[in-house]
């Protein structure tokens, strides 16, 4: 019997699944829950938004992982994929109001978001292009 997934499987599509799954649990924790963490960090100012821009770039990073390398350097991947962690973002904040008491809609954590995924992607789209014209080029010799 074939197991129901496999390896190559779950490290492409696991890191995805595992970031869709982790935004939501740390948006909806109660607020008190990161009091103890802001406490042992140095008084950063902005670190909330560099958190916020970092954990969409890791969604961005994961989803793009998942997509076929020769599909990572299209226009519509390179929009696509961090404008749906914009909306993902979006989502997250409406329902930190809606379903929380102790947090709320912030709609710079909202713009941290989409700079965080939009960075990421374009990050991505240069590396892999500059990955195909290497290995275009040594192909070439």
Known sequence: MR???TKPTLLRYGPAVAMTVVIPFLSLLPAPCFRGVESALPPIHGLDKIVH???YATWTAAYLHAVPTSQRTTSRTVLSIPLAATLYGAVM???QKELTSTRCLDPFDALANAVGAFACALLAYVWTR???ETSRSASQS
């Open 3 to 5: 197991p129901l997934v």
């Open 53 to 55: 821009a970092l954990l």
């Open 93 to 95: 904040e409406i329902g």
């Open 130 to 132: 500059h990955l195909k």
